[in-house]
């Protein structure tokens, strides 16, 4: 289990984390929603020790974050962050072999090759994995990206907003694949997500932000309710239940 106490963090006078601690479940989807700059990229930068908080501890399964080796981090702890531009011209395949290197540290083995080979396949990239990577859309990239994760096999899945700039069909393909990583493989996924309907629909569990401070952490259907949304984003939701899933309306401000 991933769990953070009393974290703070601010930039000058400006406070982006307010001395906030939460529990994130394990084998579960965690999403992390609200406005911009309520403080949900700083956390995952923070739980994935990209980023140092000014007070607070990060623990990992009961051991402090901080004491953990970058190598052997590494292999428990993945990140995929918003920015992925590459300057080098690579195949999907060489890409995802770059998970590996905590690991192989360069020098592939049969069982790296497997393992590449496995996150291809699980990402649904087999027929575009000789492809360059400039070649391909912004939806395939983004996929492409998620199996170098997959192939890293770590337990714990970080995410900051692996939906921004894609159409609906390929959001709708990453987030079935980060479902698939929990369910068929019991990995634990945290991702900051805008969009409240796919958190809704994919998410086990969601924290949601406001201010710097944690508003409300909670099953998914129990976040996903109007009052609380409302109190969080600060314009009227109307929640239709369907399918066993609550679905916003929040277009009519």
Known sequence: MIRFEHISKSYGKHVVLDDISCALPKGKIT??????????????????????????QVFLDERGMA?????????RL???????HLDLRLTVKDLV???RFPYSKGRLTAEDQQHI????????LEDMQDNYIDELSGGQR?????????????????????LNNLDMKHAVLVMKTLRRLVDELRKTVVIVIH???????????????KDG??????VTESVVQAEKLQDVFGIDFDIIRKDGKNICNYFNI
């Open 117 to 124: 080979a496995q996150a291809i396949a699980f990402a649904q």
């Open 78 to 84: 993945s990140i995929l962050r918003q920015s992925n």
């Open 142 to 162: 983004q996929r492409a990206f998620i199996a170098m994760i997959i192939a890293q096999d770590t337990e714990y899945i970080l995410l900051d907003e692996p």
């Open 97 to 99: 072999a770059f998970g």
């Open 213 to 218: 401070k944690i508003a409300y952490s909670d």
């Open 31 to 56: 999403s992390l929603i609200g406005p911009n700059g309520a403080g949900k990229s700083t956390l995952l930068s923070i739980i994935s020790r990209l980023l140092d908080a000014d007070n607070g």
């Open 67 to 75: 004491d953990y080796k970058s190598d052997d981090l590494a292999k």
């Open 195 to 209: 969009e409240i309907n796919f958190a809704s629909q994919y998410s086990d569990h969601i924290i949601a932000m």
